[in-house]
């Protein structure tokens, strides 16, 4: 089909055998040559037209175009028609899948029974015109369809070709590349297994097992083995290891031997340690706790705490020579050769510490040392110190009260006859009343030798102490007056009812009082008696704001015979009686706190429905024993 259009796109001459071509009219004087894109016609066959402009005989001027009208399958046809596409075709025997898309992007699709070599003749299937959603895809690699796809554009056109072919036909010359490779590293592996058999089967495999031997080894199997399966060095090599195993179990078995003997023997030494009632510390070159057993708990504790220092229990000869400076404790703790024995006191605990080094070098790897709590034997030695002292102090107490009340009766009786002849002489009667002063200051003081070396019997009876506190305060208030020291009583207790005697109880609270007045002087203005309960005891606080007591004197305060009164103004028996009475009384006496400014003496004695549910202490025939810490 072939038509000659003027230059206003009129038909001029026309050669057409398909009634429903249409001729086109919007040919371009910029675009003389074109081609068009797909195009249908009546008949619903798509078809493309191809212009090329016509010239006047001079060849100056375009008076024209030529428009020829192309069935595509025809020109595909052709295409497909060549003989070295259809030569090539059958060599590869690969599955392409053809189409063309024009410049709006509409597509014809190749039949399949259009691929070359698949058909012969001239009548072949006509091109199918693809739907509008058909566009050109991109170049790329489809998943789902397992196909390969790529775009070549048509020179001169704005058409293109897309050429799809399947995943398995484009990877065939892969493939089989692949297989000869497996082929020939098959090959490659079964020549390198039969080279290396040899050098591993005498080589590699003894050495292999002399390494897994060597672990096991490691991990105390000793009774490995390694079988002798060649000759040569690695044969020599395999004897030698065996010859080692064999040795080395048999010093195992040997060490194990006396490992558990000694085991047996640390044993023993452990339960003989553990049943000793002394305590055991070992010490290294340091100074540090190796090792202790329960029964230095105790020390190591009161060691440990910061407020406990050891201290000697007295001055020791040995440690004076060696600088020390009469320090036990570090004449012990010394790095010394030589072993040491002394005795410290830990808190309010005495301990006999025998210390010896560990090892002969200098210095020593260590120092055990074997710790005695010998608290109770002290005390019962200063017990029977005491008691003794007791003894002597009563028959000299006995003595004095013999030898001199005869005396003191006399003194007092002509000293009464003085008073009453010379009732009108003033100065007679001054000397009278010194005379009464100390000739009763005499008799007091046998009399209070004689109650704390003999220890007077008490009088049981239930009374009220509050009672007894307002009698004492009613006794020491003319000597209150005189100091101008205001007594008070702060009676918070419910119940103050006890089991004793009120004259030795009275005797306690004088003297505890009298005491705060004479410390007091010129130094205090109140002295203040305060009572409470707690679970079992009453318990009854003197409690002053005078100058305090010293620190010296605070262990020494109920010593008998100590006092820190002028010479000849006390005895030193008021605390220690006062003490006695009042453990004689379910009790005690302690010093609670002193400073100045606040002294508190503390006295507890048992209530009387506590006496009435645990057996009675009173009364007793001896006062109790204290020691001088």
Same mark, same amino acid.
């Given at each position: 089909?072939?038509?000659?259009?003027?230059?206003?796109?009129?038909p001029?001459?026309?050669?057409?055998?398909?009634?429903?071509?249409?001729?086109?009219?919007?040919?371009?004087q910029?675009h003389?040559t074109?081609?068009?894109?797909i195009?249908t016609?009546?008949?619903?066959?798509?078809?493309?037209?191809?212009?090329?402009?016509?010239q006047?005989?001079?060849g100056?001027?375009?008076?024209?175009?030529l428009?020829?009208?192309?069935?595509?399958?025809a020109w595909?046809?052709?295409?497909?028609?060549?003989?070295s596409?259809r030569l090539?075709?059958?060599e590869?025997?690969?599955?392409?899948l053809l189409?063309?898309f024009?410049?709006?992007?509409?597509?014809?699709?190749?039949?399949e029974?259009?691929r070359?070599g698949?058909?012969e003749g001239e009548?072949?299937?006509?091109?199918?015109l693809?739907?509008?959603e058909?566009?050109v895809?991109?170049d790329s690699?489809s998943?789902?369809r397992?196909?390969?796809?790529r775009?070549?554009?048509?020179?001169g056109?704005?058409?293109t070709?897309?050429?799809?072919l399947?995943?398995?036909?484009a990877?065939? =010359?892969?493939?089989?590349?692949?297989s000869? !490779?497996? &082929?020939? %590293?098959t +090959?490659?592996?079964?020549?390198a297994?039969?080279?290396?058999?040899f050098?591993?089967r005498?080589?590699?495999?003894p050495?292999?097992?002399l390494d897994?031997a060597?672990q096991?080894i490691?991990?105390?199997?000793f009774?490995?083995?390694?079988?002798?399966e060649?000759?040569?060095e690695i044969?020599?090599?395999?004897?030698?290891?065996n010859?080692?195993?064999?040795?080395?179990?048999q010093n195992?078995?040997?060490l194990?031997?006396?490992?558990?003997?000694?085991?047996?023997?640390r044993?023993?030494?452990?339960?003989?340690?553990? =049943?000793?009632q002394?305590g055991l510390?070992v !010490?290294? &070159?340091e %100074?540090k +706790?190796?090792?202790?057993?329960?029964?230095a708990?105790?020390?190591?504790k009161l060691?440990?705490?910061?407020?406990v220092?050891p201290?000697?229990?007295h001055?020791?000869k040995t440690?004076a020579e060696?600088?020390h400076?009469g320090?036990?404790?570090s004449?012990?703790?010394?790095?010394?050769?030589?072993p040491?024995?002394c005795?410290?006191?830990?808190?309010?605990?005495?301990?006999?510490i025998?210390?010896?080094?560990?090892?002969?070098?200098t210095p020593?790897?260590?120092?055990?040392f074997v710790?005695?709590d010998?608290?109770?034997r002290i005390?019962?030695d200063?017990?029977q110190?005491?008691?003794?002292?007791l003894?002597?102090?009563?028959?000299v107490?006995a003595v004095?009260?013999?030898e001199?009340?005869n005396?003191?009766?006399s003194?007092?009786?002509f000293n009464?006859?003085l008073?009453?002849?010379?009732s009108?002489?003033?100065?007679?009667q001054?000397?009278?009343?010194?005379?009464e002063r100390?000739?009763d200051?005499c008799?007091e003081?046998?009399?209070n030798?004689?109650?704390y070396s003999t220890?007077a019997?008490p009088?049981?009876?239930i009374l009220?102490?509050?009672?007894t506190?307002r009698?004492v305060?009613?006794?020491l208030?003319?000597v209150s007056r005189?100091?101008?020291?205001k007594?008070s009583l702060d009676?918070?207790?419910?119940n103050a009812?006890?089991?004793?005697d009120?004259?030795?109880l009275?005797?306690?609270?004088?003297?505890l009082m009298m005491?705060?007045?004479?410390?007091?002087?010129n130094?205090?203005?109140?002295?203040?008696?305060?009572?409470?309960?707690?679970?079992?005891h009453?318990?009854i606080?003197v409690?002053?704001?005078?100058?305090g007591?010293?620190?010296?004197?605070?262990?020494?305060?109920f010593?008998?015979?100590?006092?820190s009164?002028?010479?000849?103004?006390g005895?030193?028996?008021?605390?220690?009686?006062s003490?006695r009475?009042?453990?004689?009384h379910?009790g005690?006496?302690?010093?609670?706190?002193?400073r100045?400014?606040k002294t508190?003496f503390?006295v507890?004695?048992?209530?009387h429905?506590n006496?009435?549910r645990d057996d009675?202490?009173?009364?007793?025939?001896s006062?109790?024993i204290?020691s001088?810490?």
């Amino acid at each position: 089909n072939l038509s000659l259009l003027d230059q206003r796109g009129d038909p001029v001459v026309s050669a057409i055998a398909d009634q429903g071509v249409l001729i086109p009219t919007d040919q371009t004087q910029e675009h003389p040559t074109s081609i068009s894109d797909i195009l249908t016609t009546a008949s619903k066959s798509p078809v493309i037209y191809l212009t090329t402009p016509v010239q006047n005989l001079q060849g100056q001027e375009t008076v024209g175009c030529l428009v020829a009208w192309v069935r595509p399958w025809a020109w595909v046809v052709g295409a497909l028609q060549s003989e070295s596409l259809r030569l090539r075709a059958r060599e590869e025997e690969t599955e392409v899948l053809l189409t063309l898309f024009d410049g709006k992007g509409r597509g014809l699709q190749v039949p399949e029974a259009l691929r070359p070599g698949t058909w012969e003749g001239e009548i072949a299937p006509r091109l199918s015109l693809l739907a509008d959603e058909h566009r050109v895809e991109p170049d790329s690699y489809s998943p789902t369809r397992a196909t390969f796809s790529r775009t070549f554009p048509i020179t001169g056109t704005s058409w293109t070709v897309q050429v799809k072919l399947k995943s398995h036909n484009a990877l065939n =010359s892969i493939a089989s590349f692949e297989s000869r !490779l497996l &082929a020939v %590293g098959t +090959v490659l592996a079964c020549l390198a297994s039969l080279l290396l058999f040899f050098p591993m089967r005498y080589l590699v495999r003894p050495l292999v097992q002399l390494d897994a031997a060597s672990q096991r080894i490691k991990h105390g199997h000793f009774d490995t083995r390694v079988p002798v399966e060649s000759g040569g060095e690695i044969g020599e090599l395999t004897l030698s290891f065996n010859a080692m195993a064999e040795g080395l179990e048999q010093n195992t078995r040997a060490l194990q031997e006396k490992e558990e003997e000694v085991r047996h023997e640390r044993d023993r030494l452990n339960a003989v340690i553990s =049943s000793m009632q002394d305590g055991l510390i070992v !010490l290294d &070159a340091e %100074g540090k +706790v190796e090792r202790s057993n329960h029964a230095a708990s105790p020390f190591l504790k009161l060691l440990n705490r910061n407020d406990v220092q050891p201290a000697p229990h007295h001055v020791c000869k040995t440690t004076a020579e060696n600088d020390h400076g009469g320090d036990c404790a570090s004449c012990l703790f010394a790095p010394s050769p030589l072993p040491r024995s002394c005795m410290i006191n830990v808190g309010s605990q005495v301990f006999e510490i025998h210390a010896a080094p560990i090892g002969r070098g200098t210095p020593a790897s260590g120092r055990v040392f074997v710790a005695r709590d010998v608290s109770d034997r002290i005390a019962q030695d200063e017990q029977q110190i005491h008691q003794g002292r007791l003894s002597v102090l009563g028959e000299v107490a006995a003595v004095m009260a013999h030898e001199l009340n005869n005396p003191l009766t006399s003194i007092s009786m002509f000293n009464q006859m003085l008073k009453t002849d010379f009732s009108h002489d003033a100065e007679v009667q001054e000397c009278v009343e010194v005379i009464e002063r100390n000739t009763d200051a005499c008799k007091e003081t046998i009399h209070n030798l004689l109650d704390y070396s003999t220890g007077a019997t008490p009088e049981v009876e239930i009374l009220d102490v509050h009672e007894t506190l307002r009698e004492v305060i009613r006794f020491l208030e003319p000597v209150s007056r005189r100091t101008s020291i205001k007594l008070s009583l702060d009676l918070e207790a419910q119940n103050a009812l006890v089991h004793g005697d009120e004259v030795q109880l009275k005797q306690v609270f004088v003297n505890l009082m009298m005491n705060a007045l004479q410390a007091m002087e010129n130094q205090g203005t109140r002295l203040t008696i305060s009572t409470e309960k707690d679970e079992h005891h009453l318990v009854i606080d003197v409690v002053d704001d005078g100058a305090g007591i010293s620190e010296e004197a605070k262990d020494k305060i109920f010593q008998p015979f100590f006092t820190s009164k002028p010479r000849g103004t006390g005895t030193g028996l008021g605390l220690s009686t006062s003490r006695r009475i009042a453990e004689m009384h379910g009790g005690g006496l302690e010093l609670v706190e002193s400073r100045p400014g606040k002294t508190v003496f503390r006295v507890r004695l048992r209530c009387h429905e506590n006496t009435e549910r645990d057996d009675p202490i009173l009364p007793i025939s001896s006062p109790p024993i204290h020691s001088n810490k």
